[in-house]
Every structure is written in structure tokens, then in C-alpha cells.
């Protein structure tokens, strides 16, 4: 039947194209999907019925010898999803869904400090190699980030917000010796200040305060056991929670994920010395997209 299909059938087309040098490009991305599925923090699982529109985002921009980074992005879409807007709804209706136009500007600045830097192990088969294709290096760094967000809307409405964060991330041992041997570990603090609100769902911002923490430790020979979660502190909920099992080996690493606040799983496999583009994203190949602080990442 039609409604069934219009509820199982998702699609996606996106064209990509670089403009300006090689080295540091940016990247205009036109896209259509049909029912794209996003994570959007507190408010769970959100559908996007339609999108079609363009983005332009920067590639990493370093501030000179200040070693500030800076990223930044502008779209403009046509977005039908649902809203919990009854002004914006007509009284007879199907659905909860509107179609309104957004224009969106998203600009970060970050900056890393490190507080303390070891010494790695030789690159040899039996030393700093004998798990990883690169030798550990231990560290501890302090993480520091701003981003400023816009967005307005067809319907008047507009959503703005600057979020500051501050963390710790760091990694002892060398994951060299059989047992206990490496330990990475993260933690930061996020806080955000909005004014107004998304007419949409999807990309609300609802997790004003959070906290993100993650260990992952060596617990025999290549293998690696870990956790990533998040948190709103002001409802004390969880947000999200990632638990992976990895097995390392000098070319190449397996890793197995679950996360069972969205009850989603996957299985990656990393090949070295390879000219590979993609990353090991939070929801990488379930159609899954996370929407952090308003922006679809």
C-alpha cells in the first residue's frame, strides 16, 4: 500500500562539489532526501519528510600563529517535518508536518592547549608498534570551543544560540605491554544560550547543558573496551551512550558498537595505509543522522 511504503522507503541524492584551492577547499553540497532520519539529543528519534536545499561549509581554517581554529557553514532548505506548533497547523489536517524555508549560518572557533606530553615508544614490531600502526603518545590536553548559530524561518520564527564548551582529553600507557597498558579517556562541559526557538522538531535545541564523558582501556593484549555518554544536567536524563569492544593490530582494527539508548549497532573494520575518507560517525551506516545544537552533523 502507498502508506506503507511512504513510512518504510527512505532516499537520499547529494552532490558535492569543491570550490576554491585544493588544500583548503570548501565544499558546496546540494541534496534531496525523503524521510531523513535524525537523533536530535532529549527530543529522540525525528523524521524529515522532505529537504531539499544547498550548504557551503569551510574546510579547518587555523588563525594564524595563534593556533585557534575556525570552521563555518550556510545553507538554505526546504524542510517539510513535523511541529508541535498548533498556530502554524491547520485545524483539519493528516499529519503534524509544515513546509518552511530555512536559513541557517553556523560559525566555531576551538582551541587546544596541551598540558603535558610524553614520549612515545620505538616504532618497532615488539615495542611501539606491536598493537597500533603509529606508536602511542601519551598526553593530556585541555579542549576549548565556541559556536554561534542562526537560523530563521519562513514563518518569522528564528532560533539563535552560542555555545561554549571546555574539556579534558588525554591518553596514558602505550598499549604495548599485555595488560592495562592504555588508558584515553574524555570529558567535557557544554552550555548553551538560546534565544527563540525552532517552529521544527528536528533541530530544536532542548539539551541546553551537557556533560560528555568517555574512558576507553586496554583490557588484554589488542583488545580495547570503551564507553561514550552524554548527558543533560538539567533534567538529568541521558542523552546517548555508546559502548564499543575493539581489537587492534598494527595494519588494521575492528571495532563493535552499541548504543542502546537508540537502539543501534554497527561493525567497522579499519584497513591501514590506506588513502580512506570516511569516518567512524556516532551513527555511521544506519541512515541515522545526530542533530547537535540545531545543526545536522
Known amino acids: 500500500q502507498l502508506e506503507d511504503f511512504e513510512d518504510n522507503f527512505r532516499s537520499s541524492v547529494r552532490l558535492r562539489h569543491l570550490i ?38 569551510s574546510s579547518n581554517i587555523v588563525l594564524g600563529d595563534t593556533g585557534i581554529n575556525l570552521r563555518y557553514q550556510g545553507g538554505i532548505q526546504v524542510i517539510n517535518a513535523n511541529t508541535d506548533r498548533l498556530d502554524l497547523l491547520p485545524e483539519e489536517r493528516e499529519n503534524n508536518r509544515i513546509t518552511l524555508t530555512r536559513y541557517q549560518g553556523v560559525a566555531s572557533l576551538g582551541r587546544n592547549f596541551t598540558l603535558w606530553r610524553g614520549e612515545g615508544l620505538p616504532p618497532t614490531p615488539t615495542e611501539g608498534l606491536r598493537y597500533t600502526s603509529r606508536p602511542v603518545v601519551p598526553f593530556l590536553q585541555l579542549t576549548t570551543g565556541v559556536t554561534g548559530l542562526a537560523s530563521l524561518y519562513s514563518s518569522d520564527d528564528t532560533q539563535e544560540a552560542l555555545t561554549g564548551n571546555i574539556g579534558l582529553r588525554g591518553q596514558i600507557g602505550h598499549f604495548s605491554r599485555p595488560f592495562l597498558d592504555y588508558t584515553g579517556f574524555n570529558v567535557t562541559y557544554s552550555q548553551s544560550a538560546v534565544g527563540g526557538l525552532s517552529p521544527f522538531l528536528f533541530d530544536r ?40 569492544l575493539e581489537y587492534s593490530r598494527r595494519t588494521y582494527n575492528i571495532q563493535l558498537r552499541y548504543n542502546p539508548v537508540v537502539g543501534l549497532g554497527s561493525f567497522l573494520i579499519r584497513i591501514g595505509d590506506f588513502n580512506w575518507l570516511g569516518t567512524g560517525e556516532p551513527f555511521g551506516g544506519s541512515g541515522v543522522s545526530p542533530v547537535v545544537d540545531g545543526v545536522t552533523q
Not at 568517555?214 to 573496551?225: A, D, M, S, V
Not at 561514550?228 to 559502548?243: A, F, G, M, W
Open 20 to 57: 576554491g584551492p585544493l588544500n583548503k577547499p570548501h565544499t558546496l553540497t546540494a541534496e534531496y532526501s525523503f524521510r531523513d532520519r535524525l537523533f536530535n539529543g532529549s527530543l529522540g528519534f525525528q523524521t524529515v519528510q522532505t529537504s531539499f536545499g544547498a550548504v557551503l561549509t
Open 205 to 244: 535545541i532542548v539539551d541546553r547543558r551537557r556533560l560528555s564523558f568517555g574512558i576507553t582501556q586496554q583490557i588484554y593484549g589488542p583488545f580495547r573496551l570503551g564507553f561514550q555518554t552524554s548527558l543533560n544536567l538539567d533534567s538529568n536524563e541521558e542523552i546517548s551512550t555508546n559502548y564499543t
